[in-house]
C-alpha cells in the first residue's frame, strides 16, 4: 500500500510547499482539491473548506495545468485524482473533472452523492443517483479515468451496503468506493473487514482519518446528548491498525490518503506524522 494526501488537509500550503512537504515526508501520491475560491473568503485564514490555498481552482486553464503536473514531476509524486464536489445529476462538470484528471495523469475522481436530511424521499434521491452513474460509467470510460462514490455521512451512502448497492450493477473498472471508515464513525457503521469484502472489485481508494463521540446537554426528554467530532487518526475510535490488517488480509494494494481534519497539528508535520505512523503500522503487520 501507498501513502497519499488530500489536500484539503493542507489550506495553508501553497501547491509547490505541499509537494516539497509531501516529497520530505515520504509520501507517494497527490489527490488534488479542486473547488472554486470565492472572492469574499481570499482574505480569510486558511482553511479546510474555505480559504483553501492548495487547490485546483474549477476555472484553471489546460495550461494553468502544467504548474500541477510540474510539481508531482519534481518531487517524485503521482497525482492519482482529482478530487471535487459535485452534485449528483450533473454531468457536465463531471466530464469537466474527468478531463482535468485525464490532462494531469489521474486515475480517479470522487463523483456526487446525494445529501439526506429528510426532506425529500431516499427512494427518490436514490433513483436520481442511479441514473446519475449510468451517464457516468461511459464518461469514466472515455476518459480511462474511475469514479468513486464515497462512504459518507449525511448521504444516501453513509455506509459500505449502501455504497455498494449504488455501484454493483456498474463495471468495477469504472465505477468505484472510496472506503472511509472515519466517516462511518460519524453515521453509517458497519464491520470494516466485512465491508472490504463486500465491495470486493469497487473497493478504489482509501481515506484514513479518525472521529470520536463525547456527551452534551441533555436533552429535553431527559436522555443523554452526543457528538461526534474529529480526532487525530491513531487517537479516534477507528483502530487503523486492525483496518490497514484487514485491507492486506483482502489483497487491497492501492493507496491510503490522509484526511486528518483534528486540527491538531500543523499541515507540514501533519504529513510526517501520518507518513512515519501509517509506515510504523503497515511494517508491523
Known sequence: MKLSIFTVVTPDLTPEEMGAAAKAAGIDGIEWRFKETAQ???????????????????????AELER??????????????VTPYLQAGDLKSTERVLQVAQKLGASMIRVGVPSYDGTKHFNELYALEQNYLKGVEPLAKKYGVKCLIETHHNTITP???????????????????LFDPGNMVHEGFENFRMGM??????????????????????????????????EPNLQGIVNWRQVLTDLKAVGYDGYLGVEDFSG???SKELLKKYSEETRAILASI
Do not use: M
Open 68 to 81: 500541477y503536473i510540474r510539481i508531482a514531476q519534481d518531487n517524485g509524486l503521482q497525482t492519482i485524482s
Open 40 to 62: 469574499d473568503v481570499k482574505d480569510e485564514k486558511p482553511s479546510f473548506w474555505r480559504n483553501n490555498l492548495c487547490t485546483i481552482d474549477t476555472s484553471t486553464t489546460d
Open 197 to 230: 469484502e463486500l465491495l470486493g472489485p469497487y473497493l478504489a481508494h482509501v481515506h484514513i482519518k479518525n472521529t470520536g463521540w463525547k456527551k452534551t446537554e441533555v436533552r429535553e426528554d431527559g436522555s443523554q446528548g452526543w457528538t461526534s467530532y474529529w
Open 159 to 177: 455506509s459500505v451496503s449502501s455504497a455498494y448497492r449504488l455501484v454493483s450493477s456498474f463495471d468495477p473498472n469504472h465505477i468505484g468506493v
Open 264 to 266: 491538531l497539528y500543523e
